[in-house]
């Protein structure tokens, strides 16, 4: 064989070996927690834990994210939030972002716009859903509905990013 899949979790694997995807939490997750973790204690980061639920703005600009009572300002903000399972997308009739309501796309067409076709695709493969996600410009803000950047100061990375389905290998 030319590649040889392994179960989430083993490590030194052969170089034609790959670790699948595993469920939340996954070792995958957890190694890079832990490695991040180690990382930000050497360089005597402080660390804030908590659910960012919303963000005070004015205009394109986001100023500060809001995690209960507490507020964090910072220059630029990065919205890395995952997909479903990580909440970063919430898929009900329509895949949609729930924290700042960011426009979401399905190969490159607005949701609301793929909506009549991809209904119909999800009763033969369900798939399609995990192609949905944010577009960016070339300096990863989420762009609009109308292909603008969404923010100034924001930027998107990880699996909320549309057009590829990472768990599908494309």
């Known amino acids: 064989a030319d590649l040889v899949a392994y179960p989430p979790g083993f490590v030194k694997l052969p170089k034609n070996g790959f670790e699948l995807l595993a469920a939340a939490p996954s070792p995958h997750g957890w190694r890079l927690h832990k490695a991040l973790e180690a990382v930000l204690r050497r360089a005597r980061v402080e660390v804030i834990t908590g659910e960012v639920t919303d963000f005070r703005r004015d205009g394109l600009r986001l100023l500060a994210a809001l995690l209960g ?32 309501d960011l ?5 490159g067409e607005l949701i609301e716009d793929a909506y009549p076709r991809l209904r119909h695709l999800e009763y033969v493969d369900p798939a399609p859903a995990f192609r949905t996600g944010l577009l960016t410009d070339a300096q990863l803000r989420p762009v609009d509905a109308n292909g603008a950047p969404a923010f100034a100061n924001l930027r998107v990375a990880g699996s909320v990013l549309g057009s590829y389905d990472y768990a599908g290998g494309g």
């Open 103 to 107: 426009a979401v796309y399905y190969q």
């Open 69 to 100: 009572e507490q507020e964090l300002t910072a220059d630029t903000f990065v919205l890395a939030g995952g997909r479903f399972i990580g909440g970063g997308l919430v898929k009900s009739r329509l895949v949609h972002e729930p924290l700042l």
